[in-house]
């Protein structure tokens, strides 16, 4: 995997025009998809290995116990697939 620098984010974030209210802290993109906020590992992959017509996935906020955010509790969340409609879908539940 390339990880790419960007100093950017906001182009980019205009570019997948991602909805601002699921906007979180970071931006990442794999392939022809955007990756927004604390996405885990497992998803990265079926994304790449499933490839679904869609432009990113989303988890919204910093939910305790996704990646990065491991402590002394964890909350249920999802991560949330977005399409070229910008419509939300359930890609994963954790
Ligand atoms: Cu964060």
């Known amino acids: 995997m390339k990880l790419i620098e960007a100093n950017n ?4 974030k205009r570019k997948f025009n991602i909805d601002r209210r699921l906007q ?13 906020g604390h996405i885990p590992a ?8 499933e490839k679904p017509d869609i432009k990113g996935l989303v988890v919204p906020g910093m939910p305790m116990g996704s990646p990065g955010m ?13 399409d070229a409609d910008n419509k939300i879908r359930i890609y994963a539940r954790h």
């Open 9 to 12: 984010i906001e182009a980019i």
């Open 24 to 36: 979180t802290c970071h931006t990442g993109i794999v392939g022809p998809y955007f990756l927004e």
């Open 42 to 49: 497992e998803d990265i992959k079926r994304l790449l290995r």
């Open 70 to 82: 491991e402590g002394d509790y964890s909350a249920p969340y999802n991560v949330l697939s977005v």
